[in-house]
């Protein structure tokens, strides 16, 4: 095979990870169903690794230029990654973080395990002033729901010149759209369950480690807890990565679109878009006239989660755990692939 480095990220997400070009190897990697392995191997038990998990972790490994160690899910993945925190250690994380990652973050801080820092994210003095002393800044760019970006190379600059681990929680970018560790950060955290795996039929995660010591470390951390993804699941992952490009190229483009007609749609006070990715939010007035919006689309699908190929809408306030700065008539759109009029008509038809 040729030189990886040199393939462009497209590329690399349908190429790396599969058998070596052998005469009648299949061209994917098939799934490994087997809890044990004959010794004298590298493998020798499922809880340490298996064929399936090592072509997926291979691809995404060599997108994210480090070492990737999959999960059983995104949280499993948040978790390892939150286990390098000695006991009673602080954590900068963003106050509109993924609401998962808030509610571990405090439940552990409540019998003591953490010290937790929130910050707001798009104030880069306040999370650099929050720095000092802890021994994780956790980011999430663009944030879950809120859609935040952070300045990744700066924040990471930062940790690292106080001696911090600094980690990416990227999954709303994927790996085709940023690349946190090439911005100098130590980790790179994703729920493949979303854009990776792209078909709302997955639940994994993935932790990218830029050094061997690190990745040691949350390998180990998974082989004692043993938080391991199914090997049909990093199978169905993978299969869904070959596709991301071509996925993220037309709902990109529709969440584009989308935005620019949904800003002055009736009873849309903002409407919220990072840019990139495929996730947006609109904020309406209150809960009721959001909550309306999302009864009345039909082909928009009201559920939680988010990229995969079909369209979701929901309104994010409806959850307890949700932060409470987060307005209470926001509704999170995952735009998908269908064809951009019949998202949009609607949609627009739900607000009118
Ligand atoms: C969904 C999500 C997670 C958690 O992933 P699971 O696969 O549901 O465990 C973590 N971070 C972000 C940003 C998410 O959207």
């Given amino acids: 095979m040729s030189d990886r480095t040199a393939l462009r990220p497209e590329t690399i997400a349908v190429s790396a990870g599969r058998p070596p070009r052998t005469p009648d190897a299949p061209t994917s990697t098939p799934v490994t169903f087997a809890s044990a392995f004959v010794a004298g191997g590298e493998i020798e038990y499922a809880r340490y690794g298996n064929p ?8 995404l490994g060599a997108l994210e230029g480090g070492t990737c160690l999959s999960f059983a899910s995104g949280m499993a993945a948040v978790s390892a990654v939150l286990s390098l925190v000695p006991h009673g250690g602080a954590v900068v994380v963003p106050r509109h973080a ?43 760019s663009p944030t879950n729901p809120a859609l935040e970006i952070a300045d990744i190379a700066r924040l990471a600059a930062a940790a690292r010149a106080a001696g911090v681990l600094s980690v990416v929680d990227s999954t709303f970018a994927s790996p085709l759209l940023q690349r946190p560790l090439e911005l100098g950060a130590d980790l790179v955290v994703h729920s493949a369950t979303k854009l990776i795996a792209g078909h709302s039929d997955v639940v994994l995660g993935a932790v990218v480690a830029g050094d061997d010591a690190l990745a040691d470390r949350i390998r180990q951390h998974r082989s004692l807890h043993g938080a391991i993804p199914g090997p049909m699941e990093a199978f169905l992952t993978l299969r869904g990565l070959r596709t991301l ?8 483009s529709n969440a584009r679109e989308l935005a620019r007609r949904l800003a002055d749609a009736p009873g849309v006070v903002e409407v919220r878009d990072p840019g990139f990715g495929t996730v947006l939010g609109i904020v309406l007035a209150d809960a009721a006239a959001a909550d309306r919006v999302v009864d009345r689309v039909q082909l928009w699908i ?6 995969g190929v079909e369209s979701t809408l929901e309104r994010r306030r409806r959850w307890a755990t949700e932060a409470p700065t987060i307005p209470e008539g926001l509704i999170r759109l995952s735009v998908g692939i269908e064809h951009i009029e019949d998202l949009a008509d609607d949609l627009l038809g739900a607000l009118r």
């Fill in 52 to 59: 399936s998990w090592t072509a997926l972790e291979d691809a």
């Fill in 245 to 252: 490009s071509v996925r993220l190229e037309r709902a990109q």
């Fill in 98 to 140: 993924y609401q998962g990652t808030l509610a571990l973050l405090d439940t552990e801080a409540g019998s003591g395990r953490f010290e937790v820092r929130r910050v707001d994210i798009v104030d880069p003095d306040a999370v650099e002033a929050a720095i000092p002393g802890a021994a994780l800044v956790w980011l999430e």
């Fill in 302 to 307: 009201p559920a939680t989660s988010l990229g």
